[in-house]
């Protein structure tokens, strides 16, 4: 038997902006998803959740695998696209523990793929370069579980490190680790309002940035991506478009300069900088990309308030789940007491407020 383990992740900024070819700068945290993994004489899986406390078996050699809407679509998935992708798999009886929190927005569906790709690899006896394993991640969660996400949480589910934030050009796939200070702690902060990533407003959403770049590629015949247009062309030719959608292109171009200001000031220790970027980023994923919540808003509002807040922004996805909160060491304690007292007062929601250190990317676990 042979164990994987694959982290979830926070984005500290770069939010909305990887489908449209642009920069992310996640970072993994310390919860992770582990995958032990056996070899079996059939040509199928056995597949056991400890979080589920269920059993599920599948016949790699059925042609109609298809999306249950259930947790064992993600590491189904993740076999059926290894396979199409010309990856001979080996029968494995997996067994899965998750601890990322589900549905928060800090990735346990990338967690639990690339685990279980990471032990189907090794079953399997194959040699697959990481950069492809997150590509083929994504494929299946694309194509086999139906939301059409980008590459960011697959990547830094992979490529995470120890004490680096990882700038990601999610065009080439080129990235940058970029120091995260040491005395800073990244807090989480979950609204514990669920959101639903294959919804359709996620996919709408990028849906919209499609049709911005249509609309702007009848001008500018150089652009097949948000990430080629500048905030001058979209002023200039982006007039006729939905006001809608204006204003989503609006969002990923200037979060685009964000991320790439961001870089800069997290080099050299701008941590007041970073944070007002992260400010500025909240508003326009509140404002122009609407993907925020009340509670995430105001869970935002309630950290701005304590001394020693860097910076706070919803990260992920949104609709929900959580916020990032670059927070002083020394007032971390102050930090929780306040906002969780706060929070639960005006929501009557409890909320679970995790400090992470940033951490290494997946790995297989020597027991
Ligand atoms: C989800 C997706 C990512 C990314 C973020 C928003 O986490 O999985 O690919 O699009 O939303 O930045």
């Known amino acids: 038997m042979r164990t994987f383990r694959a982290p979830g992740r926070v984005n500290l900024i770069g939010e909305h902006t990887d489908y449209n070819d642009g920069f992310v700068m996640p970072v993994a945290i310390d919860f992770s998803t582990w995958v032990e993994v056996s070899p079996l004489e059939q040509h199928k899986l056995q597949i056991h959740s400890e979080n589920f406390n269920e059993d599920v078996e599948v016949d790699l050699d059925d042609q109609n695998l298809a999306r249950r809407g259930h947790w064992s679509d993600y590491p189904v998935g993740v076999a059926v696209i290894l396979e199409r992708a010309g990856h001979r798999l080996r029968g494995a009886k997996l067994h899965i523990r998750g601890e990322v929190p589900i549905g928060s927005g800090l990735s346990s569906s990338a967690a639990i793929e690339v685990a279980t790709a990471c032990a189907l690899v090794a079953n399997s006896d194959l040699t697959i370069e990481k950069r492809e394993i997150a590509l083929l991640c994504q494929r299946a969660e694309n194509e086999f579980v139906g939301a059409h996400v980008g590459i960011m949480d697959q990547f830094i589910s992979l490529f995470g490190h120890e004490q680096k934030a990882l700038m990601l050009d999610c065009r080439s796939l080129d990235f940058s680790l970029l120091p995260v200070p040491d005395n800073v702690r990244l807090l989480i902060c979950n609204t514990m309002v669920k959101h639903e990533l294959a919804s359709s407003a996620y996919n709408e959403r990028r849906a919209q940035c499609e ?125 929780e007491q306040f906002v969780s007292q706060n929070y639960k007062q005006l929501t009557k929601l409890k909320p679970e407020i995790y400090a992470s250190s940033a951490s290494a990317g997946a790995s297989e676990v020597k027991t």
Request: proline share 2%.
């Open 211 to 335: 049709a911005g770049v249509k609309h702007l590629a009848q001008f500018l015949p150089n652009v097949t991506a948000l990430r080629d247009v500048t905030i001058e062309q979209l002023e200039q030719f982006g007039r006729d478009l939905p006001e809608a959608v204006f204003r989503r292109c609006r969002h990923v171009i200037t979060e685009n300069a964000r991320v790439l200001a961001a870089a800069n000031a997290l080099e050299r220790g701008g941590l007041n900088d970073f944070g007002k970027l992260m400010a500025e980023s909240h508003q326009s994923l509140r404002d122009d990309y609407e993907v925020s919540s009340e509670e995430l808003d105001l869970m935002v509002n309630l950290a701005r308030k304590v001394e020693g807040v860097y910076g706070a922004r919803m990260t992920g996805g949104g609709f929900g789940g959580c916020t990032v909160n670059l927070v002083a060491q020394e007032h971390v304690e102050e930090f």
